[in-house]
Nanobody, 128 residues
Framework: QVQLVESGGGLVQAGGSLRLSCAASGRALSRYTMGWFRQAPGKEREFVASISWSGGSTNYADSVKGRFTISRDNAKNMVYLQMSSLKPEDTAVYYC?????????????????????WGQGTQVTVSS
């Protein structure tokens, strides 16, 4: 069983940057596809980005491509989301997610298959 805890959210002006962190415990992340999702008020949770076991491959939603960067440090059991050129429409609760999927792109459509594959979320608010 893995526990995921996000941090780094906050209030930022449009055009600014934030770096989210996801700390994992209970299991080594080196065999986990990791991802970030977000949920804005009144909307369904949506995929943001995912990264392969080694960190060598990444996948992004079109809405964040070129602005967000997902990375991981398996030695530290950490996953990050660097967000730049933030827009008000990026305002949401951001969730870290993990699953032992070999195909790092699958998590975008099926999400983590186990309940413990989600963190509790961190709020990101972008003001105009």
């Amino acid at each position: 069983q893995v526990q995921l805890v996000e941090s780094g959210g906050g209030l930022v002006q449009a055009g600014g940057s934030l770096r989210l962190s996801c700390a994992a415990s209970g299991r080594a992340l080196s065999r986990y596809t990791m991802g970030w999702f977000r949920q804005a008020p009144g909307k369904e949770r949506e995929f943001v980005a995912s990264i392969s076991w080694s960190g060598g491959s990444t996948n992004y939603a079109d809405s964040v491509k070129g602005r967000f960067t997902i990375s991981r440090d398996n030695a530290k059991n950490m996953v990050y989301l660097q967000m730049s050129s933030l827009k008000p429409e990026d305002t949401a609760v951001y969730y870290c997610a993990g699953d032992e999927l070999r195909d790092y792109t699958l998590i975008a459509t099926i999400g983590p298959r186990h309940n413990d594959g989600w963190g509790q979320g961190t709020q990101v608010t972008v003001s105009s």
